[in-house]
């Protein structure tokens, strides 16, 4: 009588079968969706303690988002140790663009210290969905914010945390020029992340004013100690 349940466990125990960067072929024909996820997934229907439906191995919650969205820690797995968004059945699970748990717990603090928290997607998430605005229309603050914080979340194309070179460019440049506060200090948190952030936070606290020179000069004490 105990063996169906115990198979479903060994289901939810994984592996967690998608990779970072990797197209997981999820089909356009929504009509072809049931197919990916019996075969990704083995997502199977049954009875109660047998069905499978909607179980996602490998994972272990981390966050609700509400409607059954939730934000998982792969635990098993080649992806171990990244952060993924899940939707029920809408679409492929997401994986978040840091690299590991303290990465992706450092943006969800940066997101809320620059005021930057997604209007719909509320919680510790970067980019979930496209940007609000309409294709070809500028962005807002806050989705410049987001995009900014994104730069630096995302990697420095080595495995590593931090900025690439052109995207730390592009955010020295957003420090100086943009009109919105909360980009000016998305820039400062996103610089301050990887190999070289310290010298990069020198430079921002000598030659910036008002509250990014601040921040600046208060994550340089920060990583001193």
Same mark, same amino acid.
């Given at each position: 009588m105990l063996r169906r349940p115990l198979e479903l466990k060994d289901h939810a125990r994984?592996?967690?079968?998608?990779?970072?960067?990797?197209?997981?072929?999820?089909?356009?024909?929504?009509?072809?969706?049931?197919?990916?996820?019996?075969?990704?997934?083995?997502?199977?229907d049954g009875a109660p303690g047998e069905c499978s439906t909607g179980l996602f191995p490998g994972l272990l919650m981390i966050g609700e988002l509400g409607c059954g969205y939730a934000l998982n820690l792969v635990f098993n797995g080649d992806a171990r140790?990244?952060?993924?968004?899940?939707?029920?059945?809408?679409?492929?699970?997401?994986?978040?663009?840091?690299?590991?748990?303290?990465a992706w717990f450092e943006t969800w603090l940066d997101l809320l210290l620059c005021d930057a928290v997604h209007p719909v997607w509320r919680?510790?998430?970067?980019?979930?969905?496209?940007? !609000?605005? #309409?294709?070809?229309?500028? =962005?807002?603050? %806050?989705?410049? /914010?987001?995009?900014? +914080?994104?730069?630096? @979340? *995302?990697?420095?194309?080595?495995?590593?945390?931090?900025?690439?070179?052109a995207a730390a460019d592009a955010l020295e440049a957003a420090l100086r020029t943009d009109a919105d506060p909360r980009v !000016?200090? #998305?820039?400062?948190?996103? =610089?301050?992340? %990887?190999?070289? /952030?310290?010298?990069? +936070?020198?430079?921002? @606290? *000598?030659?910036?004013?008002?509250d990014p020179a601040d921040l600046a000069r208060t994550l340089l004490a920060a990583t001193a100690r």
């Open positions: 994984g592996p967690f079968p998608l990779v970072p960067g990797r197209d997981p072929g999820f089909p356009e024909d929504p009509g072809a969706a049931g197919a990916w996820w019996w075969e990704v997934f083995g997502w199977r140790g990244r952060v993924v968004c899940t939707w029920n059945s809408e679409g492929p699970p997401l994986f978040a663009p840091e690299p590991d748990l303290p919680g510790p998430v970067l980019r979930v969905r496209l940007p !609000r605005s #309409a294709p070809g229309s500028p =962005l807002d603050g %806050g989705e410049r /914010a987001r995009e900014a +914080l994104l730069a630096g @979340a *995302s990697g420095d194309g080595a495995g590593g945390d931090g900025p690439a070179p !000016r200090l #998305a820039a400062v948190c996103a =610089l301050s992340r %990887g190999p070289g /952030a310290a010298g990069r +936070l020198r430079g921002i @606290a *000598s030659t910036a004013v008002g």
